[in-house]
């Protein structure tokens, strides 16, 4: 499956102990396309639209990827 947002593959989701395959669907793209997204597209793309929506008023800067969250809300 491909992302519909990158094109990029739709990432396999992996049980930690097992390592077994349990979700190939990839993320619901809304309110960006009516498709799927890959992880990363979900996290960069499709949040930060979803909060815009929710707070308008609100900037979403970026946070380094030090293991933080991908994204802070600033007033």
């Not at 309110?31 to 996290?43: A, K, Y």
Request: net charge negative; glycine share 8%; charged share 25%.
């Amino acid at each position: 499956m491909q992302c519909s947002i990158c094109s990029g593959p739709i990432d396999e989701h992996r049980h930690p102990h097992t390592g077994e395959i349990y979700w190939t669907e990839g993320h619901n793209a809304e309110p960006v396309n009516d498709g799927r997204c890959c992880d990363s597209c979900n996290e960069n793309v499709v949040m930060r639209a979803r909060l815009q929506k929710i707070f308008p008023n609100l900037r979403i800067d970026s946070v380094d990827s030090s293991g933080g969250a991908p994204f802070r809300l600033v007033n």
